[in-house]
Each structure stands twice: as C-alpha cells, then as structure tokens.
C-alpha cells in the first residue's frame, strides 16, 4: 500500500521554486507562515553545526527518518542484514534537492550521523541534514562543508542506544510535525518546514517583504527616519513608499 502521507513532486514543487525560496529568509518564512495560520512550523532547539561559509540558504524536500530506543532482540534482527535497517535505507534514496530529516526523539546520547553519511549524501545531491538528536564526529563532519542542523554533538555511534525503525512516514523534528514530501529551509537562524501549498505564497510575499523592509525601510532610517513612523510604516510612511516603488521600477 503506497503512503499516504507521501506528497514529494505530486506537490508540483518544482525545482526552480526551490532556488527561488532559498533567497527568503528563515524569519521572512516563519513570520509568514504565522500570518497564514500555520503556528508550528519553525524548529526548537535545532541549530547550524555544520554550514558553508558563503551558503546562503539550504533548501529541499523532506526524506523522513525515524529512530526509537533500542531493544537488544529487534535491534539484532534488524542489523544482520545493513542495507535493510531503514537508516541506510533513507540515506541511499536520497536524490538531488532531498533534504533527510531525522526524529530521535530528541535522544542525546547517541550521535546518528557522521562525516561518512554526510559525505554520502552530499554526493546524491541532498542538500542538508536535521537532527532532532546529535551528530557525530562534528570536525570532520564540519570538513566536508555541507549544512547540518542538530541538537548537539555525542561521541557514541548509533548501536549504543537507539535503532531505526521507520522511513518516510511522518515524523516530529524540533517539536515540529514533518511530513515526507514538505519542504525545510534553513539557514543560519534555524530550520522551518513548509506545506507544500505555502511556498509560492510565501516566495511572493518574501519579494514584497524585501521590498519595504530590506530596500526601503533600512535606506530610510540610514537617512534619520523615526521608528515610530517607518517601521512599521504608517499611512503616510506607506504612500511614500508606493511612490517609491513607481519611481524605481518596482511596480
């Protein structure tokens, strides 16, 4: 039986909608999703480890995987034969503008992923990794120069405490639910998960937002403007901005 849950491409995300949201912000994205009633899609307690230095932005689709506390029967069971257990499963169905999404739990003995994966993925084409838990082997992890998000770092490898056990399900990641097939972006101020159907949304009023805020409103208090009239405008504030816009293209 397919999964239901599964929206990947039938979402008509394409990829050049993708490079289009990597120029919006985190913030922007957060904010905006606040305004269209989603409340809960920006990630708790997940932070940049690992992130290129001149990267703007990390975007893709969420390849979801799962880890539980191990059981010593199940988990012997399961790593008898590797290229079964769903970890290694999740890894190598990566494709090009995935992005693997990992719940622990947030379990933090057990680092899940290390330079060897990340350098996998990397190859496949993904274009992050977050970890509702800890990586491993952050230095080396941190020379492959890939984006990595995560609670922390732990030394142990992932037979010590936890298994795998579900592959492209829904999962929760930083207190917030992940869908297979939703899109993640994440920059340096964290991650945040995007329904499929807010992206062009979101792009839209991302352009609309760097307008005002980032063109306008920092040139005007460069210039002396007050807080108190400029950000956020008022009336009048808004209609100098309007003629602003006409007069420098923007319309």
């Given at each position: 039986?397919?999964?239901?849950?599964?929206?990947?491409?039938?979402?008509?995300?394409?990829?050049?909608?993708?490079?289009?949201?990597?120029?919006?912000?985190?913030?922007?994205?957060?904010?905006?999703?606040?305004?269209?009633?989603?409340?809960?899609?920006?990630?708790?307690?997940?932070?940049?480890?690992?992130?290129?230095?001149?990267?703007?932005?990390?975007?893709?689709?969420?390849?979801?995987?799962?880890?539980?506390?191990?059981?010593?029967?199940?988990?012997?069971?399961?790593?008898?034969?590797?290229?079964?257990?769903?970890?290694?499963?999740?890894?190598?169905?990566?494709?090009?503008?995935?992005?693997?999404?990992?719940?622990?739990?947030?379990?933090?003995?057990?680092?899940?992923?290390?330079?060897?994966?990340?350098?996998?993925?990397?190859?496949?084409?993904?274009?992050?990794?977050?970890?509702?838990?800890?990586?491993?082997?952050?230095?080396?992890?941190?020379?492959?120069?890939?984006?990595?998000?995560?609670?922390?770092?732990?030394?142990?490898?992932?037979?010590?405490t936890l298994m795998s056990v579900g592959f492209?399900?829904?999962?929760?990641?930083?207190?917030?639910?992940?869908?297979?097939?939703?899109?993640?972006?994440?920059?340096?101020?964290?991650?945040?998960?995007?329904?499929?159907?807010?992206?062009?949304?979101?792009?839209?009023?991302?352009?609309?937002?760097?307008?005002?805020?980032?063109?306008?409103?920092?040139?005007?208090?460069?210039?002396?403007?007050?807080?108190?009239?400029?950000?956020?405008?008022?009336?009048?504030?808004?209609?100098?901005?309007?003629?602003?816009?006409?007069?420098?293209?923007?319309?």
């Amino acid at each position: 039986m397919s999964n239901p849950y599964i929206v990947g491409n039938a979402s008509g995300i394409d990829d050049e909608l993708l490079e289009r949201l990597k120029l919006v912000s985190v913030s922007t994205a957060s904010h905006t999703l606040v305004d269209m009633s989603y409340r809960n899609a920006y990630m708790q307690g997940i932070a940049p480890l690992s992130f290129p230095s001149g990267q703007r932005s990390a975007v893709g689709r969420a390849v979801t995987l799962r880890f539980i506390p191990l059981r010593e029967d199940l988990v012997k069971q399961q790593y008898d034969r590797l290229e079964e257990s769903p970890h290694r499963m999740a890894l190598e169905s990566i494709r090009p503008n995935d992005v693997l999404v990992i719940d622990t739990g947030s379990h933090m003995d057990t680092g899940v992923v290390g330079d060897i994966f990340t350098r996998r993925l990397r190859y496949l084409g993904g274009q992050a990794i977050v970890v509702d838990g800890c990586i491993r082997d952050l230095q080396r992890v941190k020379e492959v120069d890939f984006p990595v998000f995560a609670r922390g770092v732990h030394g142990a490898a992932i037979p010590r405490t936890l298994m795998s056990v579900g592959f492209n399900e829904p999962i929760r990641c930083g207190g917030v639910p992940v869908v297979p097939g939703d899109i993640v972006l994440a920059d340096r101020d964290g991650v945040v998960v995007i329904p499929p159907q807010c992206v062009e949304p979101i792009v839209k009023e991302a352009r609309a937002h760097d307008e005002l805020e980032e063109r306008w409103i920092k040139m005007k208090l460069d210039e002396g403007a007050s807080l108190h009239t400029h950000y956020p405008p008022n009336a009048e504030a808004r209609k100098e901005f309007e003629r602003w816009k006409t007069d420098n293209g923007f319309n």
